[in-house]
């Protein structure tokens, strides 16, 4: 998220669908300007992040996740990783029964 930062984003939530300027990204929070309303939104409770446009995302080097959410990092970043050098569309749902599963 932190690369997205100035960036024209749409944010979905479980309670909420908007979209705006994404001000800045940390400590897993995102501070997005929704027509002059600043609203701050943990990342745990960010299910989509649409982009318009082409973006070239920096992906970081491989690195094998340990813990409760490695069965999901690893695998999308295995996907990211093969399609360096590709013209792509991304798509990233994350269910929360997929977040679940991981636990």
């Known amino acids: ?21 994404l001000i800045s990204f940390n400590n897993f929070i995102a501070t997005l300007d929704n027509n002059g309303n600043i609203i701050q939104i943990s990342v745990s409770d960010i299910c989509l992040v649409s ?6 995302f920096k992906l970081k080097p491989i690195k094998k996740s340990v813990g409760e959410c490695s069965c999901t990092e690893d695998p999308i970043t295995n996907v990211a990783q093969s399609k360096i050098g590709e013209m792509n569309s991304i798509v990233i749902w994350v269910r929360l029964l997929d977040l679940i599963t991981c636990y």
């Open 1 to 21: 998220m932190k690369q997205l930062v100035r960036e024209n984003i749409g944010v979905l939530t479980p309670s909420i669908d908007l979209g705006g300027t």
């Open 51 to 56: 982009i318009v446009g082409t973006f070239n």
